[in-house]
């Protein structure tokens, strides 16, 4: 399912409206879901909630006006993450020209607009007529999505096993502690009368 993003002015909240019921076959068999501000709950963080769908959203509709590139908001944090975005293929934005204003000396000039011709919803004789033609090209971008290659995730980076030592009952290395021991014992000396004591010595080596 893709999600849909719409970014406008209130002031063109009917034809948000009128749009998103022209989406309504799309939505109901799976196709896409779609979201917009008047979809935050009361306490809500408006700035919050409308960010992570501008950073998630695979289909950004920007519904352009004078009202609308007269918005700071939908201008400087919307609009351009989206443009970002688009240009790094992570997601779609479609122009869709509600009313008659100077948008194709702005960045969305560089964009292929809706309806065809970029005609303003407003300048149809029928409107139901330009919003049949900007669903169907929303059905070619959520077509040309599907399409795309899905990026090959890295392959996670083997490492070798991690094999125990087993503790060595020798080593080279090994401190060798001497220990000396004395003792004496008694001898017979031919050049002196009686017995001598002498010292003998022994050593006994140990490891540490």
Known sequence: MVGVFFSYSHADEQYRDRLEKHLSPLKRDGLISQWHD?????????????????????????????DFLASD????????????RHKR??????????HPCDWKNTVLGELRATPQDGK???????????????????????SALDNQPRQNKPKPTQTMPTVPVQPSTRSSNLRIRKEAQCRFVWVNCPHFRGKKAVRIFSRRYSSS
């Open 73 to 84: 908001y939908c201008q400087d944090i919307e609009m351009a993450r989206a443009i970002e």
């Open 89 to 98: 293929k992570e997601a779609i934005v479609i122009p869709i020209i509600v």
């Open 120 to 142: 303003p919803i407003s300048k149809h004789p029928n409107h139901e007529d330009a919003y049949l033609d900007i669903v169907t090209d929303i059905r070619k971008a959520i």
């Open 38 to 66: 008047r979809r935050i709950h009361a306490g809500g963080n408006l700035h919050d909630e409308i960010s992570k769908h501008v950073e998630e959203d695979q289909v950004i509709l920007l519904l352009v006006s004078a």
